[in-house]
């Protein structure tokens, strides 16, 4: 991943390809690697399973992390990047369906940087990836990568 790539993590195909429809929609051109589960992207990020070898030096400048995830659900996800110093200080924006205050308090209390509801209307989810896009790839600057990054 180069250091401006973005990582969908997302199981559901339709928001998969609704996502990825957005962000080419708004001429995202970032390279933008999609994991379907929790597990594989920890696999993505710490170089292990089918990633071994992979490395750590570069991480997205930003994750979209769906909540409800397969093997591993997304706020296990957000608290083992926590725990990690290699990705600790990476984005994290929470991308989903949900609407429960819970899911907010705990996304934000496992560090979350931003928690976005995915809105219905095409218009206005291309809208939101489009802040989203402009704001976490061209606006923000990014954490130098972490030491004891392979």
Do not use: C
């Not at 929609?25 to 379907?36: L, M």
């Not at 070898?53 to 997205?60: D, E, I, Q």
């Not at 989903?96 to 995915?118: C, H, L, P, Q």
Request: proline share 7%; no cysteine; net charge negative.
């Amino acid at each position: 991943m180069n250091d401006r790539s973005i990582l969908l993590v997302e199981d559901n195909p339709d928001d998969e390809a609704l996502t990825l429809r957005a962000l080419r929609h708004i001429n995202i051109t970032n390279r933008i690697e999609v994991a379907h589960d929790g597990v594989e992207a920890l696999a993505l990020l710490f170089g292990s399973g089918p990633e071994a070898g992979r490395g750590t030096r570069l991480m997205p400048a930003v994750m979209l992390l769906d909540l409800k995830l397969p093997k591993l659900g997304g706020l296990e996800v957000l608290s083992r990047l926590r725990a990690d110093e290699r990705t600790r200080l990476m984005p994290v924006v929470v991308l989903t369906t949900s609407s429960e205050e819970r899911d907010v308090i705990e996304s934000y209390s496992n560090g979350a940087n931003s928690f976005i509801r995915k809105p219905v209307d095409f218009a206005q989810f291309a809208e939101a990836i489009r802040q989203l896009g402009l704001y976490w790839l061209v606006v923000n600057e990014p954490p130098p990568p972490a030491k004891g990054a392979l």
